[in-house]
């Protein structure tokens, strides 16, 4: 792995840690109109809720001693976010965001890459008119927005970290990635 130096102590790259995901959570959740909903940490094996990921993952699994049933560690949320939705009733334009904690044995691990994974997902009910270039680019800059709310505060309680990110983001299509290099 590459050398890694943090410009933070332990104790205040926790704390940056927590104000990150407080913050975030919390512009996300305006910004999008989402509210916290916790993930499983494990499911039923054979359910159909644990995603495969790229299908030669092993995921950990232990047995349940009151119903002798096999449980595996959740690799990823996308089909129980959808189940989600639909078994809260979440109205229209409305979503849902949580903290997926899990273990991924055969990672590859590297300075952003570990076995253990902290992710945060979201979902949101959107209707057929909605999936357009211009919903999804307003969908985006409303979570960049929440991004730069975000830095700005760390940055403001943390000022030795810099934050390199443009006040505004930019879209390429792949149409004109393909235009510009063939």
Avoid at 132 to 142: G, I, P
Wanted: overall charge negative; hydrophobic content about 35%; aromatic content about 10%.
């Amino acid at each position: 792995m590459e050398k890694y130096s943090s410009k933070l102590n332990e104790f205040d790259t926790q704390s940056a840690i927590a104000l990150v995901k407080d913050k975030f959570s919390s512009e996300l959740c305006d910004s999008l109109d989402l509210s916290r909903v916790s993930a499983p940490l494990f499911v039923k094996k054979g359910s159909g809720i644990n995603d495969d990921l790229n299908g030669v993952e092993r995921p950990v699994q232990f047995d349940i001693k009151e119903t002798g049933e096999i449980a595996e560690v959740v690799h990823s949320l996308a089909k129980w976010k959808r189940m989600a939705l639909m078994r809260y009733g979440f109205p229209l334009h409305t979503g849902l965001y949580t903290d997926m904690n899990a273990i991924r044995r055969d990672e590859e691990c590297d300075n952003i890459h570990s076995i253990y994974v902290d992710q945060w997902d979201w979902e949101k009910v959107i209707s057929a008119e909605d999936r357009t270039e211009n919903y999804l680019r307003a969908t985006v800059r409303s979570i960049y927005g929440a991004i730069l709310r975000t830095a700005r505060a760390v940055e403001a309680k943390y000022p030795v970290l810099d934050c390199y990110l443009p006040d505004k983001i930019s879209f390429v299509t792949t149409y004109e990635l393909e235009e510009k290099y063939p």
